[in-house]
């Protein structure tokens, strides 16, 4: 089945060329199907490549699913066309009355800032504490896990001396939880970041399951017992190039980077990367549709009434 996406959103023509299965806008008021309704605040500069990362993965569902896209403030990208912000993406107060099946929230270049200094970090609380009531389930993706655990659950991240970069094994710590169906007992996902959670504290709190982890990265799937928040602390998402653009990005600002882990054959960046993780990625956002948000999301969203179902 298809995403459900404006008509002359950029990724459109991407996706299509990729031979995935994308429906218009004007063609889905035809179909006569109950679509998930998922919204996407995306904190990443480059919109437009983030937008594509992830419709690629939402695109491989059975599932039709409606998008939205939600901006957290209207000043001006830096990165990204305003001509862009202003057609495709909404404001906050714009969708605060409505409820979704599912909300992704992106990562955000932050990871070495305190959260209390970030200058939206006011408006991320709310857009957290809305899903909470609005949503049925959440998944938020690396900075956007880090500061759900803090706003959420009080966990606070630790930094690095050295950005962990590249492609690590993880494997699986639960068989049977309908997130992990299909998955192998290990599998590879990339990382890029300077933050930190202490594993021990997430084993620690009594509302957090650890799903899968790595010796090198740390947690990298955590829920909520209640599968509304879904803690992805990685970059399943990613290119195969994106590593390499951040690599050659740092090198340019003269930043000296460590060389991605797992990434370049032979750790030649000279050489071609290829990406061994888009099978995990596919399957991650699939399951999470289905299981998390399809299967126990109410067919009438306002009946949500602030609770998931996994609840009733």
């Known amino acids: 089945m298809p995403i459900n996406i404006p008509d002359l ?8 060329k990729e031979n995935i299965f994308v429906m218009s806008e004007s063609r889905a008021i035809s179909q006569q199907i109950r679509p998930m309704k998922v919204l996407l605040l995306n904190l990443m500069p480059n919109k437009i490549e983030t937008e594509t990362q992830l ?3 939402l695109a491989n569902t059975p599932l039709q699913v409606d998008v939205e896209f939600l901006r957290i403030h209207n000043k001006e990208s830096k990165n990204t066309p305003t001509d862009h912000m202003n057609t495709f ?9 409505i ?9 955000a270049p932050l990871g070495q800032i305190d959260f209390d200094d970030v200058s939206y970090w006011q ?19 690396c900075w956007a896990a880090h500061a759900a655990f803090y706003h959420l659950y009080g966990l606070n991240r630790y930094i690095r001396e ?8 993880h494997h699986r710590n639960q068989i049977h939880d309908p997130l992990l169906r299909g998955f192998d007992d290990e599998f590879w996902v990339p990382h890029s970041r300077f933050a930190q959670m202490d594993i021990e504290q997430i084993k620690a709190h ?46 340019a600002q003269g930043l000296n980077p460590d060389i991605p882990q797992n990434y370049y054959p032979q750790d030649q960046p000279s ?36 609770r998931t179902p996994w609840e009733q």
């Open 9 to 16: 959103l950029p990724a459109t023509d991407v996706l299509r």
């Open 89 to 97: 993406y909404r404001d906050f107060d714009e969708i605060k009355d």
């Open 55 to 57: 419709l690629r993965l």
């Open 271 to 306: 050489a071609t990367p290829k990406g061994c993780w888009r099978s995990h990625a596919n399957l991650l956002l699939t399951n999470w549709l289905n299981y998390y948000v399809y299967q126990i999301t109410p067919f009438d969203l306002n009946d949500l009434n602030g």
């Open 123 to 141: 408006s991320v609380k709310q857009v957290f504490d809305w899903s909470q009531q609005h949503v049925t389930s959440t998944l938020f993706l």
């Open 162 to 169: 050295e950005k962990i970069t590249g492609v690590f094994l």
């Open 206 to 251: 009594s509302d957090l399951d650890i799903l899968a982890d790595s010796n090198d990265a740390g947690a990298y799937l955590v829920v909520s017992k209640d599968r509304r928040n879904l803690f992805v602390l990685g970059h399943p998402e990613y290119n195969v190039t994106t590593l390499d653009d951040e690599y050659q990005r740092d090198l």
């Open 99 to 107: 409820n979704f099946d599912g909300l992704i929230i992106t990562g």
